[in-house]
T-cell receptor, first 112, second 114 residues
């Protein structure tokens, strides 16, 4: 099982749609989780952290399921500007919390 | 500075030449990271600095790759005797360090080895 695995997509949705991405991770002792977004030919940027209780930031909701070892990102009322690659990021356990592991990303295209 | 700055933004070199990539992190960020991203691939961890020390060099692909950081600030990634498979975008990121793992990335250096 890969350390961090994501459905590569692409996801093509119309404006206003709700879309959800999942990401699974292999190390059950992983401690921190994040979603980053990466626009085409740009650097990754932090979208949001993922907390155990779940968290929301405007149209974006992130959830963590430790038992099943997956995190999710829900985007409501999709905008054209949401088109990007969404990267799932996990820190490993064991003190090496700097060594973030990035998934390969899920490509989202929001269409007018 | 306002953000992480990398230079050059693009570098085209011939196979066998040495290249140096520079990263200027956000002021006050003690942690600095180098990643590599090949076309259509995920980010590959290369090396991490805490201050001027590199406790983990395990991601460096070969002994042709080296990196240093001076004054707890600027870092240089050097690739000797470049090969075509070294072609990628090299991304630098910094963070406050400690338990804060939120990374801020530079816009990267696109390296093309002909």
């Amino acid at each position: 099982r890969k350390e961090v695995e994501q459905d590569p997509g692409p996801f093509n949705v119309p404006e206003g749609a709700t879309v959800a991405f999942n990401c699974t991770y292999s190390n059950s002792a992983s401690q921190s989780f994040f979603w980053y977004r990466q626009d085409c030919r740009k650097e990754p940027k932090l979208l949001m952290s993922v907390y155990s209780s779940g968290n929301e930031d405007g149209r974006f909701t992130a959830q963590l399921n430790r038992a099943s070892q997956y995190i999710s990102l829900l985007i409501r009322d999709s905008k054209l500007s949401d088109s990007a690659t969404y990267l799932c990021v996990v820190t490993p356990a064991g003190g090496s919390n700097y060594k973030l592991t990035f998934g390969k990303g899920t490509l989202l295209t929001v269409n007018p | 500075g306002a953000g992480v700055s990398q230079s050059p933004s693009n570098k085209v070199t011939e196979k066998g030449k040495d290249v140096e990539l520079r990263c200027d992190p956000i002021s006050g960020h003690t942690a600095l990271y180098w990643y590599r991203q090949s076309l259509g691939q995920g980010l590959e961890f290369l090396i991490y600095f805490q201050g001027n020390s590199a406790p983990d060099k395990s991601g460096l692909p070969s002994d042709r790759f080296s990196a240093e950081r001076t004054g707890g600030s600027v870092s240089t990634l050097t690739i000797q005797r470049t090969q075509q498979e070294d072609s990628a975008v090299y991304l630098c990121a910094s963070s406050l360090g400690g338990r804060d793992e939120k990374l801020f990335f530079g816009s990267g250096t696109q390296l093309s080895v002909l």
